[in-house]
């Protein structure tokens, strides 16, 4: 028979004193809040209602008119108002009449590409760029 071997160290292990609870036992009263406690005899504050916060306002993008100068009545010799001129000739508009048309129609090409034009622009450059090839009346390219 083996004899069990004892190594003389003790089991540092706590024995738990307090027992654990059953279902089957009754809950303990709640304890009663001591009535010593004095009352006070200032009230509360009452809180101020909030101030209302503005909404902000949307920003809209809107051209600022500046305002003109007032006449004193006497106009300068030799000044009169511009007589409204053609930007463009007629034969000018008709060029971009008719690449308007064809876009409509899908029939309005690109130059290099040759992809069919789908923006109003474009087609509109089109017909301005050949009335300029000819030498019809119409303002230069602003990009060159």
Known sequence: ????????????????????KTGSRKAAPARK???????????????????KTTA???????KKTTARKKSTGAKKAGTRKKSST?????KSGKKVERAMKEMKE???????????????KQAIAIGLS?????????????NE
Do not use: I, Q, W
Request: net charge positive; charged share 45%; hydrophobic share 10%.
């Open 106 to 120: 899908g029939k309005l090409k690109s130059g290099r590409s040759g992809k069919p034009v789908k923006s109003r």
């Open 86 to 90: 053609r930007t463009y000739s007629r």
């Open 56 to 62: 902000r306002k949307k920003t809209t993008t809107r």
């Open 130 to 142: 050949e009335a300029r090839r000819e030498g019809d009346k119409a303002p230069p390219n602003p």
């Open 33 to 51: 809040k001591s009535t010593t406690r004095k009352k006070s005899t200032t009230s509360r504050k009452k809180t101020t209602a909030r101030k």
């Open 1 to 20: 028979m083996a004899a069990k071997r004892s190594t003389g160290k003790k089991s540092t292990r706590k024995k738990s004193t307090t027992r654990r």
